[in-house]
């Protein structure tokens, strides 16, 4: 009863998206038989559903104008949040794009009037901001390979692309470049326009994070097992603390790496999107970033308040020159507007400090 429900729900939804539909087809979309077929269009006709049959071999069915099908049951916040969802997912997810503007113009035919009016109303159009640092969207299979083993417990083998930095290799220095990863998958995340998999390394037996863009299931291993307990109970404490969340500068057109005289838990916690962040000593780390431009760059890693070297590349140090003559002019200037009793506007910030949360 549950199959035959679930068919007829889809066969409504099928209509909605398509004025004709041929028996073939229908079997086809449906995975049943032409004979299933014939007898769901009667089943949906005893509800009252006008379904016509087109006459011949190759006839189609269709659903008469003006059949009326069940409101989506939506509030107001409900409604409005579908329409966001759909039209801003394929900023996140590649090949989502045709997909979620059909799924959104099904869902809107099927709402009631009061709704629709809403839903007309959040028309959203994405665009790229350099100052996002967003990664590059996932593939919806990929997606949906890691989603559905994380769902069923299901062991989760897959190859890693490299997580940055010259040296490193796809999960740290201490794997075998090349190797396959094979996993317990727990959680699948989303945090400053990445998507992540929270998952126990059998091979290694520790916790690890994964980029989800570069990961690349293998076939399905039809293996089941416990789930663990994450060392600690939140799983976005955990996500935002590691410092090898298996990222990589993504492909800006400047790389640069410094050392940064503070924690590398405290620079991992706020750097952005797409940085590698290692521990270089006590109270030091290795931080890699990229960005649009030198002198953008430069300015970023920056904003972490204490003293830095410069490992390269000669440009990074180049534009920190630069953006030193350039604020030692502003506050030269700002210093002798005060001198001569002029008026500046607003007034020194006090110092940013990070500490660790």
């Not at 509800?47 to 087109?54: F, I, K, Q």
């Not at 839903?119 to 996932?138: F, K």
């Not at 699948?188 to 916790?207: F, I, K, N, T």
């Amino acid at each position: 009863m549950a199959e035959t429900s679930a068919r007829l729900l889809l066969l409504l939804s099928l209509f909605q998206s398509r004025r004709d539909w041929p028996a073939s087809v229908l079997a086809e979309r449906l995975e049943v038989s032409p004979r299933t077929v014939r007898r769901d269009i009667g089943r949906l006709r005893e509800l009252g559903y006008p379904v016509r049959a087109g006459k011949g071999p190759g006839g189609a069915y269709r659903l008469d104008a003006g059949a009326k099908i069940p409101p989506l049951l939506f509030d107001d916040e409900q409604a409005i949040a579908v329409a966001v969802a759909l039209q801003t997912a394929p900023s996140t997810v590649a090949g989502l794009g045709e997909a979620a503007a059909r799924a959104l113009a099904t869902v809107r035919q099927v709402m009631p009037k009061r709704l629709r009016q809403r839903v007309d109303a959040v028309r959203v159009t994405s665009i790229d901001n350099a100052w996002d640092l967003a990664a590059p969207p996932v593939d919806s299979r990929v997606l949906l390979a890691v989603g559905t083993a994380v769902r069923h417990r299901e062991v989760l083998t897959f190859d890693h692309a490299g997580s940055g930095g010259p040296g490193r290799t796809s999960g740290g220095a201490d794997e075998e470049p090349g190797r396959p990863f094979r996993v317990e998958p727990h959680h699948l995340v989303m945090w400053s326009g990445r998507w992540y998999l929270v998952a126990w390394d059998v091979e290694r037996s520790h916790w690890r994070t994964f980029r989800v863009d570069r990961i690349a299931p293998h076939a399905p291993t039809g293996l089941r097992f416990a789930p663990r307990d994450l060392p600690g109970a939140d799983v976005t404490a955990f996500v935002v603390g590691q410092l090898d969340r298996g990222d990589a500068p993504d492909q800006w057109a400047c790389h640069g790496e410094v050392i940064l005289d503070a924690p590398a838990a405290v620079v991992a916690r706020w750097a952005p999107g797409g940085a590698v962040v290692e521990e270089a000593g006590p109270g030091r780390c290795r931080l890699g970033l990229g960005a649009w431009s030198w002198p953008g760059l430069a300015a970023l890693i920056g904003t972490f308040a204490c003293d830095i070297e410069v490992i390269g590349p000669p440009e990074l140090a180049a534009a920190c020159e630069e953006l030193a003559h350039r604020y030692a002019k502003a506050a030269a200037g700002h210093r002798a507007g005060r001198s001569a009793g002029g008026e500046v506007p607003g007034s020194p910030a006090p110092p940013v400090s990070f500490r660790a949360p």
